[in-house]
């Protein structure tokens, strides 16, 4: 699951992403829930039409299906895609293959866990709350709801619906 921004334009909406079908419930972190608006296999949340994908903490113990791992990795390889981390994201990003060779961020308690779990990465969790490298920017945990504070920073000037 993923909430993801779209290209920035004066229509710009945030688009909440998921392997659920379009009105059910995603459930993050915390009793975070969000209602999915787009299932990652649709054309508009292909890679290349995305600016900013946003993933959120989900439960760190979630397994993930092979074509939502695929879906993450190919937005991750657009160059004109940023993808953010935050909090137990990480787990995700990781079983997509994003943290090899990269500088990361993760939540300060699951520090040693994430650098056994997800190897080729460098740690910065426990020095750092967050770290960009190249179009991955990462997180330890920021006050919820997460999608919002992230994006609030990278573009105050988009209207936000209310997340549950």
């Known amino acids: 699951m993923c909430v993801c921004l779209p290209r920035v334009s004066?229509?710009?909406?945030?688009?909440?992403?998921?392997?659920?079908?379009?009105?059910?419930?995603?459930?993050?972190?915390?009793g975070v829930r969000i209602q999915c608006t787009h299932h990652f296999s649709d054309p508009e949340v292909q890679p290349g039409k995305l600016d900013i994908v946003l993933v959120p903490g989900p439960d760190p113990t979630s397994t993930y299906e092979k074509p939502v791992t695929d879906w993450l990795a190919a937005q991750?390889?657009?160059k004109d895609?940023?993808?953010?981390?935050?909090?137990?994201?990480?787990?995700?990003?990781?079983?997509?293959?994003?943290?090899k060779g990269k500088k990361v961020c993760g939540p300060r308690g699951l520090q040693s866990q994430l650098k056994s779990k997800f190897e080729g990465a460098t740690w910065f969790g426990e020095d750092l709350r967050w770290i960009q490298d190249g179009n991955f920017w990462s997180c330890g945990m920021l006050p919820p709801p997460?999608?919002?504070?992230?994006?609030?920073?990278?573009?105050?000037?988009?209207p936000f619906p209310g997340i549950s």
């Not at 004066?10 to 915390?30: M, N, Y």
């Not at 997460?146 to 994006?151: G, K």
């Open 146 to 158: 997460p999608a919002l504070t992230f994006a609030l920073i990278l573009y105050p000037s988009i």
């Open 76 to 78: 991750a390889a657009s």
């Open 10 to 30: 004066s229509r710009s909406k945030i688009k909440d992403i998921g392997s659920v079908e379009p009105g059910e419930q995603i459930d993050l972190t915390a």
């Open 81 to 99: 895609t940023d993808i953010l981390s935050v909090c137990t994201g990480i787990y995700l990003c990781g079983e997509a293959g994003l943290l």
